[in-house]
């Protein structure tokens, strides 16, 4: 049964790598959460890129509205866990970088 859960998952993290632009994904998303999951979700994103740049938890709260509980579940999860944040902050950065260089050159 385990094994069976863990292909479900599995499966259900294929679907979402099929997705291929943000419209599939506001789509997909608004259909399998709530409106409150996906702004947690969202939430915790925004916890996590500011936990990266050394902001205070006051700043963090102020900033996100997240409690202190979350902050610092987001803050173990970037010091202890499998690396997930790390992945996708650094994928979004390097795309700042990249819009800003852009910018530059224009």
Known sequence: ????R???????????????NIDECYAFFTDIC??????????RLHVA????????????EEET????????????SLNYGSNGYDIVLDKLIEKDLKKQRENQDK
Do not use: P
């Open 65 to 76: 509205g997240a409690s202190t509980a979350t902050i610092s579940r987001v803050n173990r």
């Open 49 to 60: 890129r500011l936990l990266k740049v050394r902001k205070t938890y006051n700043v963090i």
């Open 34 to 43: 709530t409106a409150r999951e996906i702004q947690s979700i969202a939430q």
């Open 6 to 20: 863990q292909m479900c998952i599995r499966d259900r993290f294929e679907a979402i790598l099929m997705l291929q």
């Open 1 to 4: 049964a385990r094994r069976q």
